[in-house]
């Protein structure tokens, strides 16, 4: 019976083991994606996929719709150590708050993006960008990639989160 007790104790509930797993995950995915797209095609090259989507191969040097992109290269270190900054912090609120599964996998899915694109920038000097969603009358989007996806889903499920527990 004990044994049967300490399988299921709250320490077990509370394991980063999944969380960690999600972010790693992530990370394969939007490595692999990455250097597959880069291995594809040539800087700048455009692959119509459908008549709203391209795949397209763009380096951004800054952060989130190329914001401080055409800055010397200092920026390269301030991202990368926000980055670095943003997963220590995202582990903290992980072991403290292991239980709370929404939570939980809003942070898991930021923490493995955030290490993309620190990874992107540590190994290249740049973020490598590729999906390019368009329309006719409104434009392109900035491109963007799969760990730029799962920061945006985190964020979205962070959001719901917050709404739930407000709504408690």
């Known amino acids: 019976m004990a044994t ?5 104790s709250a320490k077990s509930k509370t394991s980063l083991t999944p969380w960690l797993g999600i972010a790693a995950i992530v990370i394969l995915f939007d490595q692999l994606s990455k250097i597959t797209v880069n291995k594809m095609l040539h800087l700048g090259e455009e692959r119509l996929v459908t008549s709203f989507f391209n795949l397209t191969l763009a380096y951004n040097r800054g952060a989130a719709f190329s914001f401080l992109g055409s800055e010397s290269g200092w ?8 980055g670095i900054g943003a997963v220590a912090y995202i ?6 708050h292991a239980g709370q599964r929404l939570f939980c996998w809003a942070l898991a899915l930021i923490m493995g993006g955030a290490i993309g694109n620190v ?3 540590l190994a290249y000097g740049h973020v490598i ?11 392109h989007f900035p491109a963007f990639n799969l760990a730029d996806s799962a920061i945006t889903l985190g964020a979205a499920l962070f959001i719901l989160d917050e709404l739930r527990r407000v709504n408690r």
Not at 75 to 82: E, G, H, V
């Open 119 to 121: 990874i992107d920038r």
């Open 91 to 96: 582990v903290y609120l992980l072991k403290k």
């Open 75 to 82: 920026q390269r270190y301030l991202f990368t150590a926000i």
């Open 4 to 8: 049967n007790k300490n399988r299921f």
């Open 129 to 139: 960008d590729f999906l390019d969603f368009h329309h006719a009358a409104l434009g």
